[in-house]
């Protein structure tokens, strides 16, 4: 059986838990105290983080890299696509997530009381503009990559659920990123994979 090592208010880790509910299968969550980490976890993981997936001997870090291999090892349903060249547009999508959106995610993450800092308000600045970007794509696009729920979706579903517990507000604009923000919300494997701390996040 898979074991996942969760933080119950990471988002990262909330990709994770959201992929497995996705797959319907058996597994296991281990909450993990994100200001107390047991000492297992910097001996899974040299970067001292979760979330961590641990099957048999195998031990993975990375979200995303975590998430690729669920969906590998069962691939039903599929949530990254079966064509290369789509698969790999798909990747520099994600890779694009990490570099401008979810490296600011982390910063507000640890905000921890300083929400006014200078550095805080340039990180929701930012995550801002980039969202207002991808705004138009759900005019016509039900999910990122179309009709169908994919990896793209899992990965920036925790920030959208984040945004008012971050003090994040977008404007009219973004008004079709929002409507596509509630289809992931709505979904039973999302709705499961909330932690009691990431629901009262969100009125």
Partial sequence: MMILYSGATCSFSQRCRVVLFEKGMDFEIRDVDLFNKPEDISVMNPYGQVPILVERDLILYESNIINEYIDERFPHP?????????????????????????????????????????????????????????APIFVKNKYMLGEDFSMLDVAIAPLLWRLE????????????????AERIFSRPAFIEALTPSEKVMRR
Avoid at 99 to 128: C, M, N, P
Avoid at 166 to 174: A, E, H, Q
């Fill in 78 to 134: 599929q949530l990254m696509p079966s064509d290369p060249a789509q698969r790999a547009r798909a990747r520099l999508f994600l890779y694009n997530f990490e570099k401008e959106l979810f490296v600011h995610v982390s910063t507000l993450e640890t905000a921890k009381g300083r929400s006014t800092d200078k550095i805080y308000e340039k990180a929701r600045q930012a995550i801002r503009d980039r969202l207002t970007q991808l």
């Fill in 165 to 180: 517990y971050f003090g994040i507000d977008l404007s009219k604009n973004t008004a079709p990123l929002m409507k596509y």
